[in-house]
């Protein structure tokens, strides 16, 4: 049962229609893994912003955020590695 809720914000959606169609399902199963445990020993917490975090996935980067208050985990961008923090 998953204790966190996922929110996609429109910008990943976007990200996710420029992606191989091949890498899609590990990025989705990636982040359904976010709701039972948002703080993995994958996770990256980003600098400069408090509650915002990066996985990796392949060549991939996943960045989310993470309200504890809420139990909600909000999707901001999933793009490759070389365009994400741009």
């Known amino acids: 049962m998953a204790s966190y809720r996922i929110e996609w914000k429109s910008s ?3 990200d996710l229609r420029n992606i191989d169609k091949q890498d899609i399902p ?3 199963e990636a982040v359904e893994e976010l709701a ?8 990256r917490k980003l600098e400069g912003v408090e509650s915002s975090y ?4 392949g060549n991939y980067r996943i960045i989310y955020q993470v309200d ?3 139990k909600s985990v909000t999707i901001f961008h999933v793009r490759h590695r070389k365009d994400v923090y741009r």
């Open 12 to 14: 990943a959606e976007r």
């Open 26 to 28: 590990r990025l989705i």
């Open 36 to 43: 039972n445990n948002p703080f993995s020993h994958q996770c």
């Open 54 to 57: 990066r996985i990796r996935v």
């Open 68 to 70: 504890t208050t809420k």
